[in-house]
DNA sequence: AGTACCACCTGACGGC
DNA sequence: TGCCGTCAGGTGGTAC
């Protein structure tokens, strides 16, 4: 599930509920998840702060600590944010959880655990660090996407995916981007005009503030979504024909291959220089 | 600079 | 009922 719009969800969910409230106890459940921390480190430099403000690039959310330094969370494929205080109330996988001195608790769930939790000195030195491009909502200017996409050789589902080129893409978002741009998710990146690029950016740019006014939740999204659609047994929301499955670099991608036409006209062009 | 494949994990699902 | 292969929205490493 964690992609841009959900991990931006979690990350109001965290302002909404676990700010400003000190951390009397942190419990960690499972290691794995801990990366270049120890338990025993999380511990001792959370213990006794208050988070204070949260920031988000691409999939990796961050929590800045009253002291100094940030809590990292980033969620792989299972992982998201529980706030409570009865133990009913617990999700099934918790792998970390903070406890507030007000009786409340974070719960950090990861069933499968391909997520992780860091300690940071910053979002921005993190992100310099793992070579992540520029978040694919805040801040992201026209220019600097495509020239952060094109000239890249592999196909356009891919290149979006590629947290190098812009981070917060991952392979359910990709599939509605390129079906509300109506491109073929195997097009190659450099092939892409102009106007090509203006039409990408502008359905991004709705992709995100539907999904997110949504809450991230497929039901809530709009009837023209192909997320809620996304098998070969549901139709097309905008011309009801079938949906097909296609893998691309390994991943398996849906798309509609009426609206969606790998062929796009090229020969049009061409005939129009030759007339 | 790409892709293919494996690995990390758990759990759901379909076929037998 | 149980076993097995496959698949799932994350990333990282290696080989080509």
Known sequence: MPELPDVEIFRRYLNATALHQEIETVRVHH??????????????????????????????????????????????????LRYFQVEDKKP???????????????AYDCQR???????????????????????????LDFDTFRTAVSGRRGSIKSTLMNQEVVAGIGNIYSDEILFQ??????????????????????????????SIDAGADPEAMPDDFLLPHRSEEESCPRCRGPV???????RSGYYCPRCQKKDRGQRTDDSKKQS
């Open 31 to 80: 290691d794995r998840v801990l990366k270049g921390v120890s338990k025993a480190t999380l511990q001792r430099r959370l213990k006794g702060q208050e988070l204070d403000q949260t920031s988000r690039h691409g999939k990796h959310l961050f929590a800045a600590l009253s002291k100094k330094g940030w809590l990292m969370l980033h969620f792989g494929m299972t992982g998201f």
């Open 92 to 106: 099934g996988h918790v792998r970390m959880e903070l406890l507030f001195t007000n009786g409340y608790r974070l």
């Open 113 to 139: 655990m391909l997520g992780q939790v860091s300690l940071v000195k910053d979002p921005y030195t993190f992100a310099e660090k793992e070579k992540l491009g520029p978040d694919a909502l805040e801040g």
């Open 181 to 210: 741009a109506r491109l073929h998710p195997a097009i190659l990146a450099n092939t892409l005009k102009d106007k090509d690029f203006e039409n990408l950016y502008q359905c991004m740019d709705r992709v995100w503030k539907e």
């Open 244 to 250: 097909k499955k296609i893998k691309i670099s390994g």
